[in-house]
């Protein structure tokens, strides 16, 4: 029903008082949504109640979307936001990769994966784990720019960063994934570059 | 050959590596840094995939991944890694997850826009009342300096600073300007209150009318 109408058509008919028009804006962003939270929690029940946040205060606020930046763009910022909110209520660690504490926590992240390395993984899983084995920060900007495809300005304007910042980040961030890869997936990274 | 300000040069040798093909239009090796010649063709490489690279870096990278073994064999790396990352797959949050939303933003009304709520005029009067403040301070401040002192030292600053007129504060702090300040503030208080009763009352009418 809405399949053909852009984001602002969507917005300007909620606004108006069509509010199951929302739900497909719900439809196209939830995997996106979804996707970025668990960057940042491990936990899938944490992570959809977040998601259901992160809607609901889009909704809430959906006037002030002035529409200077897309509407993705928006609605990552209130994802990143809500999402180091709720881990600051659970006092669960927003990590950075500087702390200590999130290298214990990698480490031990990356023993568990060392222990299933037997069973063989398809590439994109491959991908998948080597990014959670990533620092939230990493692996928040790998995939607002490679899955969300956001542009490193509007990643920018999400991190509260300047663009340039933004490159060198994601420049280190993939350094470390491909670092992630070749250490945990060897043999599927000697298998892709068929060697 | 030239590139705008990069110059590729075929070398004979193999031993001086990649970066000793890439010269500068006076034919000085570019980069001779070789600790850093692979995170330096990394960053170059990304780049390039990213399309970040200006036109002339652009045709120099052309060129040596056509032309170098080493360059190409590092931009296929990386770009089969770009191509993993762009192809990893999104988490998918459970079947009933649209509906729960939509469940959850029907007990909502979306907020008025902030602009629409924050008066412009009580932000400028703020900053008006804060610019003339300082402005009024600072005009005191230098009307009292005496221009025309020579070698003043800081006891003299400090015995000037004493001669000036002491502005007592002590007959304000009684007993019953606190007592006035405290009330002003209870009512201010209260009246906020009622406006926002008033206003949530408002809000729930509107509610019951949408809904009927």
């Known amino acids: 029903m809405y399949t053909g109408l852009t984001d602002t058509e969507i917005i300007s008919r909620v606004l108006k008082g069509d509010q199951r028009s929302f739900s497909a804006l719900v439809d196209r962003y939830k995997d996106y949504v979804f996707t ?87 590439r994109q899983s491959m991908v998948k784990e080597a990014i959670q084995l990533l620092s939230p920060d990493d692996a928040h900007v790998i995939t607002l720019f490679y899955q969300a495809e956001q542009s490193l300005e509007e990643i920018g304007t999400i991190l509260g960063m300047e663009p340039n910042t933004v490159k060198v980040k994601l420049h280190r961030a993939r350094i470390r994934l491909k670092e992630k890869m070749e250490k945990n997936f060897s043999h599927e990274v000697r298998e892709i570059h068929g060697d | 050959m030239r590139y705008g300000k990069y110059m590729v040069i075929k070398r ?23 600790m850093n010649e692979q995170e330096q ?32 064999r590092k931009y296929h790396e990386l770009l089969e890694v ?30 008025p826009a902030t602009k629409n709520y924050i008066n412009k005029r009580v932000i400028w009067g703020i900053s008006i009342f804060f610019l003339v403040m300082i402005t009024g301070f600072l005009i005191y401040g230098f009307s009292q300096i005496n221009w025309n002192a020579e070698n003043t030292t800081s006891t003299e600053i400090l015995n000037q600073y004493n001669k000036l007129p002491k502005f007592d504060w002590s007959k ?28 949530k009352k408002e809000m729930r009418a509107k509610n019951l009318e949408t809904k009927n």
């Open chain 1, 36 to 122: 970025l939270v668990m960057r940042f929690t491990d936990i899938r029940e944490d992570a959809e109640e977040i998601s259901q946040d992160i809607f609901v205060k889009a909704y809430r606020c959906l006037a002030d979307f002035r529409g200077d930046s897309k509407f993705s763009t928006w609605l990552y910022t209130i994802v990143r936001t809500t999402s180091i909110t709720f881990l600051r209520k659970k006092k669960l660690p927003t990590t950075s990769l500087d702390q200590e504490n999130t290298l214990v926590q990698l480490e031990n992240r990356e023993s568990s994966f060392n222990a299933n390395l037997v069973e063989k993984k398809s």
């Open chain 2, 172 to 199: 304000f702090m009684t007993n019953t300007y606190t007592n006035i300040f405290m009330m002003i503030n209870v009512v201010l208080g209260l009246i906020l209150l009622d406006m926002y009763l008033q206003h």
């Open chain 2, 12 to 34: 004979e040798d193999n031993d001086s590596g990649i970066w000793s093909e890439l010269y500068d239009k006076n034919g000085q090796p570019l980069k001779i840094n070789k």
């Open chain 2, 82 to 111: 770009h191509q993993l990352m762009s192809d990893a797959p999104l988490d998918a949050p459970s079947m009933r997850f649209t509906k729960n939303v939509m469940e959850e933003i029907a007990k909502y009304q979306i907020a």
């Open chain 2, 41 to 72: 063709i990394e960053d170059r490489l990304w780049n390039y995939i990213d399309g970040l690279s200006d036109p002339a870096e652009k045709s120099v990278i052309d060129q040596l991944i056509t032309a170098n073994i080493e360059w190409r």
